[in-house]
């Protein structure tokens, strides 16, 4: 009877030290299956009129300060620029405040390097509400944008909103020797 109970526990000392490392060991990939990224886009109106900027976020959570990277880079103006307009929906409702608001000449994070402002473009930066609740940022820089290969971001520090979601910010810039601004793209920001 003795030796029945030691088998039996010295069995189970085995299978426990087989077992439960491999439990410890996999519990952390079962806890990643709700961030699984999709690798998929989802742009309203994608017809030709459109078209997809390049943006890049530290933070995707709701409530989370976040710094959110605008990029325009030299595909994205044809010609120099004198004025910026950014169109933020009436959804993502976040305090804007112009010292949290800055425009840089930018490096463009890949693989080995990361998203980094280069320069700061000294700029007038104003913040304009209609009366529909739409709010607009008005980039006036103090000598014109180029259209050379160097890339630019429209900076913005602020606090997530509560509501996770796709925010579908627009912008416009008014080329040189033209009196009207034309669109230049659009970028989809998700909160998770």
Not at 18 to 28: A, D, E, H, Y
Not at 163 to 181: D, M, N, R
Request: charge should be positive.
């Amino acid at each position: 009877m003795l030796n029945i109970t030691r088998k039996l526990t010295l069995n189970f000392k085995i299978l426990s030290f087989f077992i439960l490392p491999t439990i410890l060991v996999s519990t952390p990939f079962f806890n990643k299956l709700q961030d699984a990224k999709a690798g998929l886009e989802f742009q309203w109106d994608q017809d030709s009129s459109f078209r997809r900027l390049k943006w890049y976020q530290k933070e995707n959570k709701r409530k989370f300060r976040n710094t959110i990277y605008f990029f325009l880079r030299q595909s994205d103006r044809r010609t120099d620029l004198l004025k910026i307009n950014l169109a933020i929906p009436k959804t993502f409702k976040s305090t804007l405040k112009n010292e949290k608001i800055s425009f840089c000449k930018v490096r463009i994070g890949g693989f080995e390097n990361r998203t980094k402002c280069l320069e700061d473009i000294p700029a007038d930066i104003e913040i304009n509400t209609d009366e529909t609740g739409l709010r607009t940022l008005d980039i006036y820089p103090y000598s014109p944008i180029p259209s050379i290969k160097e890339s630019y971001a429209i900076v913005l520090k602020v606090f997530n909103p509560k509501k996770s979601g796709l925010y579908q910010f627009h912008s416009y810039g008014q080329p040189l020797g033209e009196s009207f601004s034309s669109y230049l793209g659009s970028w989809t920001i998700v909160i998770d």
